[in-house]
Antibody, heavy 126, light 107 residues
């Protein structure tokens, strides 16, 4: 059974650094056909992809947030960590981690988010 | 980055209706388009991947089509549990992007 669970602070102050951990089970972070993404959703708004990491340590970041984000993984602990610096009230959102699965057999690799954590609401306020 | 748009932003429909949601990409993304359903307070759920492939366990009333820049999600006969918000997402670029969502509510 595949599960992902986000953990981290529920409240951070402006200018502080947010650290979120995604603990996964039911699959390995060393699986070449899988990765983990972080995605957020401000209250009442749309989903926004933030970053991902794959088994080979390939990483990618949202263009608009790249300077503030760092993603890493600890395969032995089955954890993926996201840090976001210089938090602002506009960063108030539910933060999700999601498994990326990779399918071959098409013109190129097909990626999709097939399992999601329950999400964790992070509020930025002084 | 590839921008995604969806139309309409919301719609009202009745149980049994056929519903179509459109998603458009700012450049050609071949068939690298996924659809998700999200209910209030819940994480999104994958419905369709690679534009037209139905995720395991998803009812067959959901279908997807399109390629290039224009895509559609169709619900052939809307059921009470289908009232939700639907998002498209491109995976042509690994800087993944989502559409703004389409909310389907009860007429």
């Amino acid at each position: 059974q595949v599960t992902l669970k986000e953990s981290g602070p529920v409240l951070v102050k402006p200018t502080e650094t947010l650290t979120l951990t995604c603990t996964v089970s039911g699959f390995s972070l060393s699986n070449a056909r899988m990765g983990v993404s972080w995605i957020r959703q401000p209250p009442g708004k749309a989903l926004e992809w933030l970053a991902h990491i794959f088994s080979n340590d390939e990483k990618s970041y949202s263009t608009s947030l790249k300077s503030r984000l760092t993603i890493s993984k600890d395969t032995s602990k089955s954890q993926v960590v996201l840090t976001m610096t210089n938090m602002d009230p506009v960063d108030t959102a539910t933060y999700y981690c999601a498994r990326i699965s990779l399918l071959s057999g098409y013109d190129g690799p097909v990626y999709y988010f097939d399992y999601w954590g329950q999400g964790t609401l992070v509020t930025v306020s002084s | 980055d590839i921008q995604m748009t969806q139309s309409p932003s919301s719609l009202s429909a009745s149980v049994g209706d056929r519903v179509t949601i459109t998603c458009r990409a700012s450049q050609s993304i071949s068939s690298y388009l996924n659809w998700y359903q999200q209910k209030p307070g819940k994480a999104p759920k994958l419905l369709i991947y690679a534009a037209s492939s139905l995720q395991s366990g998803v009812p067959s009333r959901f279908s997807g089509s399109g390629s290039g820049t224009d895509f559609t999600l169709t619900i052939s006969s809307l059921q009470p549990e289908d009232f939700a918000t639907y998002y498209c997402q491109q995976s042509y670029s690994t800087r993944f992007t989502f559409g703004p969502g389409t909310k389907v509510d009860i007429k």
